[in-house]
């Protein structure tokens, strides 16, 4: 059974910092693209950070604050969050894609707000 469980969501002020992490199972996931998405209410989802193959790939808006690492020992993927911003607020998922397979995590919320 496949499985993608988001944590280390949740409350900071901006300027704070933030690790999610995404523990993955049931998959060969060092064969996997592994990417970061959020989704703030009323907008659209979109891809915050990508690692594949050791590079790694991030939106403009988030780039210089936000670091995607992944360790394939343990089956996880990461994302450090620094200099958070209100902005930043969304529900961040994960995402394990190879080839036409894909597969998401149930999201993290992650509020930044004084």
């Known amino acids: 059974q496949v499985q993608l469980v988001e944590s280390g969501g949740g409350l900071v002020q901006p300027g704070g910092s933030l690790k999610l992490s995404c523990a993955a199972s049931?998959?060969?996931?060092?064969?996997?693209?592994m990417t970061w998405y959020r989704q703030a209410p009323g907008e659209e989802r979109e891809l915050v950070a990508r690692v594949i193959s050791g590079m790694t790939n991030y939106a403009d808006s988030v780039k210089g604050r936000f670091t995607i690492s992944r360790d394939n020992a343990k089956n996880t993927v990461y994302l450090q969050m620094d200099s958070l911003k209100p902005e930043d607020t969304a529900v961040y998922y994960c995402n394990a894609r190879r080839y036409t397979i894909t597969y998401w995590g149930q999201g993290t919320q992650v509020t930044v707000s004084s």
């Open positions: 049931g998959f060969t996931f060092s064969t996997y693209a």
